[in-house]
């Protein structure tokens, strides 16, 4: 049960404060593009470096979901973990809308263009995201000098580029939360599928550059 604790705990921290950014800088504007960023960037590797020696610091179902098609992570522990990153993401909104009741969004991500520019943009983020995690994780645990770093600056520089266009989500657990809390689910399917997709075939892409024996391990 550890495991499940530190991953609602550690996917309720990433959503207050990613999205609690969005929200502060809605309301009063001091945050900024760029801040908003680099808060998603940092808190990724805050909890990074706090609970990956604990849960692995998935804090994301799709990141779940790959280590398990990778044949890193066990298919029994893959629902628990998705469903305590549900819960916590979203009891982080649930928060923030008792805090901020007068928001509409909660920092939902949706679409600027085309859905079809989103879904994209989406598989393409993740794909990178979890490229870098497969690379510089052990076994289904981002643990490392370096890992938190490295995985928190490909947040952040994903979400300052990338925001503008679909919201750089991700992570369905980001994106389920503030849409259901706020009611605005017409496009969460877009930032479901797409960013389990790309997490998954990044699986292909890493075993095309490295022995492929060396994540059949599972941790």
């Known amino acids: 049960?550890?495991?499940?604790?530190?991953?609602?705990?550690?996917?309720?921290?990433?959503?207050?404060?990613?999205?609690?950014?969005?929200?502060?800088?809605?309301?009063?504007?001091?945050?900024?593009?760029?801040?908003?960023?680099?808060?998603?960037?940092?808190?990724?590797?805050?909890?990074?470096?706090?609970?990956?020696?604990?849960?692995?610091?998935?804090?994301?179902?799709?990141?779940?979901?790959?280590?398990?098609?990778?044949?890193?992570?066990?298919?029994?522990e893959v629902l628990p973990y998705i469903v305590s990153q549900f819960l916590g993401a979203i009891l982080a909104s649930l928060t923030l809308s008792f805090i901020f009741p007068q928001h509409e969004l909660l920092g939902a991500t949706l679409p600027a263009g085309s859905w079809e520019q989103s879904f994209v943009m989406e598989f393409i983020l993740t794909f990178i995201l979890m490229f870098v995690i497969l690379l510089m994780s052990e076994g289904s645990k981002e643990v490392g000098v370096m890992t938190g770093f490295a995985i928190g600056m490909v947040v952040a520089f994903e979400a300052i580029f990338a925001g503008p266009v679909s919201g750089a989500s991700m992570n369905p657990a980001r994106s389920l939360a503030p849409a259901l809390i706020s009611g605005h689910l017409t496009h969460l399917w877009l930032y479901i599928i797409a960013t389990i997709l790309g997490a998954c075939a990044s699986i292909f892409a890493v075993r095309l550059i490295t022995d492929s024996s060396s994540d059949n391990h599972t941790s």
Not at 5 to 21: Q, S
Not at 24 to 51: E, Q
Request: hydrophobic residues 50%; proline residues 1%.
């Open 1 to 76: 049960m550890k495991k499940y604790w530190a991953e609602l705990m550690g996917t309720y921290i990433m959503v207050f404060a990613g999205t609690g950014a969005i929200i502060v800088n809605d309301v009063y504007g001091s945050v900024s593009h760029l801040g908003i960023g680099l808060t998603f960037g940092l808190v990724v590797m805050a909890v990074i470096y706090s609970i990956g020696s604990i849960s692995g610091a998935h804090i994301n179902p799709a990141v779940s979901i790959a280590f398990w098609v990778s044949k890193r992570f066990s298919g029994k």
